[in-house]
């Protein structure tokens, strides 16, 4: 198993300049998220999704896209990047609400 | 009030030292709760969950207390690669879980 993937690792945009920031797992979890980790700062939920076809707001949505055509795959659409967009995103899924598993991480910069 | 709290650290402590950091949560509704390691600039891995028998893991101790609604890591003999930032996580019921900003732990030789 190779958990949960994500790409690119890192990525530098120009403002104003979109994106989509890949995620898949092959645990067959039914539940995916996003997140955003900005330095020395908490995980803050993005987006979230509890199967293929269904997604829903987390806590800091706006300036983002989602959508979850298959069970494995969550991708992150970021348009009109910003330099507020610059964080460290994270991807994870579950079954249930019970833990977690992460991907990797993506390292993005927005200048 | 923030859902999940932690004491943020860093928590300085010596080789072989016994370390305990809480997590105070605010949604008495809390149906599961976890500690998540997190080492510097990598992604969160789950560490264990807490039962709320409390259950232990090695070198490690967790325990909830839901009438005062926190739940506490205690890391025995402590190593140097226990160095991290510890995430307490907890299950509020709505399909999502919220994570504690993390406490830093710094073992030192």
């Known amino acids: 198993n190779a958990g949960v993937t994500q790409t690119p690792k890192f990525r530098i945009l120009k403002i104003g300049q979109s994106m989509t920031l890949q995620c898949t797992q092959d645990?067959?979890?039914?539940?995916m998220y996003w997140y955003r980790q900005d330095p020395g700062m908490g995980l803050k939920l993005i987006y979230y999704s509890v199967g293929a076809g269904i997604t829903d707001k987390g806590e800091v949505p706006n300036g983002y896209n989602v959508s979850r055509s298959t069970t494995e795959d969550f991708p992150l659409r970021l348009e009109l990047a910003a330099p507020s967009q610059t964080s460290v995103y994270f991807c994870?899924?579950?079954?249930?609400?019970?833990?977690?598993?992460f991907g990797p991480g993506t390292r993005l910069t927005v200048t | 009030r923030k859902e999940v709290e932690q004491d943020p650290g860093p928590f300085n402590v010596p080789e072989g030292a016994t370390v305990a950091f809480n997590c105070t949560y605010s949604n008495s509704a809390s149906q599961s709760f976890f500690w998540y390691r997190q080492d510097c600039r990598k992604e969160p891995k789950l560490l264990m969950s807490v039962y709320s028998s409390g259950n232990e893991d090695g070198r490690f101790t967790a325990q909830l207390n839901r009438a005062s609604q926190y739940i506490s890591l205690l890391i025995r003999d402590s190593k140097l690669s226990d160095s991290a930032t510890y995430l307490c996580v907890v299950n509020t019921g709505f399909q999502k879980l919220v994570f504690g900003t993390g406490t830093r732990l710094l073992v030192s030789p």
């Open positions: 645990m067959n979890h039914n539940y």
């Open positions: 994870a899924s579950s079954y249930e609400h019970y833990e977690q598993y």
